[in-house]
Structure formats: structure tokens, C-alpha cells
């Protein structure tokens, strides 16, 4: 079993900026893939960044060149830093792990997002 917690989230101007942090307890050894999906009202949960343990990355082509996202893996902590915010950003955050990309087998309880105009 593995417990994900998220934090960070709030409210921001556009252009500004957060960081969010996923620190994973449990089982966290035996997934490969950490990750960040959203899901903004009304709209399906879409990836935002994955990472392998190798450091390997997936970004969502929305966010490249904003958003950055890095790992400690002694801690099993992810952090994603999202710079120049735009309203469209504006989401719940879901901090995610599993064995495989693209398949989440354990999610966080999500932190809100929103960013103003």
C-alpha cells in the first residue's frame, strides 16, 4: 500500500508561481513512475508531468517551459514547480505513483490550484 500526500497549492496572480510537494509513504520502493495529473471543473483528469527513478520526464506539452518537476528519492518526494501561471492552470492537482507510465495505481487527495487573471 502506498499513501501519497500533496501540498502547496493556493491561489496566485497569473505570472506568478507555486510549488507543490508529494511525499509517498509505504510501498513507494516498488513503483517507478511518479507523477502530477489535473483536473480542472468540468474537464477530464489529464497528466501534467511523470518521472521515472531514473529521472526520465514526461511533460504535457501545455506546461513545457513552465512547469518543472524533480524528485528525491531517498525521501520519496516529488516537487513540481510551476512558473509563469496562466487561469487555464487552474485545477485540482493530483499527485500520483505506479509501476508503469501512464498508469497511476496510487493517487493522492489532490491540492487546489486556481489562478487568477
Known amino acids: 500500500q502506498v499513501h501519497l500526500v500533496e501540498s502547496g497549492g493556493g491561489l496566485v496572480q497569473a505570472g506568478g508561481s507555486l510549488r507543490l510537494s508529494c511525499a509517498g509513504s509505504?510501498?513507494?520502493?516498488?513503483?517507478?513512475?511518479m507523477g502530477w495529473y489535473r483536473q480542472a471543473p468540468g474537464k477530464q483528469r489529464e497528466l501534467v508531468v511523470g518521472?521515472?527513478?531514473?529521472?526520465?520526464?514526461n511533460y504535457a506539452d501545455s506546461v513545457k517551459g513552465r512547469f518543472t518537476i524533480s524528485s528525491d528519492n531517498n525521501k520519496n518526494t516529488v516537487y513540481l514547480q510551476m512558473n509563469s501561471l496562466k487561469p487555464e492552470d487552474t485545477a485540482v492537482y493530483y499527485c500520483s505513483t505506479g509501476k508503469n507510465w501512464g498508469l497511476p495505481d496510487y493517487w493522492g487527495q489532490g491540492t487546489q490550484v486556481t489562478v487568477s487573471s
Open positions: 509505504g510501498s513507494v520502493f516498488s513503483m517507478n513512475i
Open positions: 518521472i521515472s527513478r531514473g529521472g526520465t520526464t
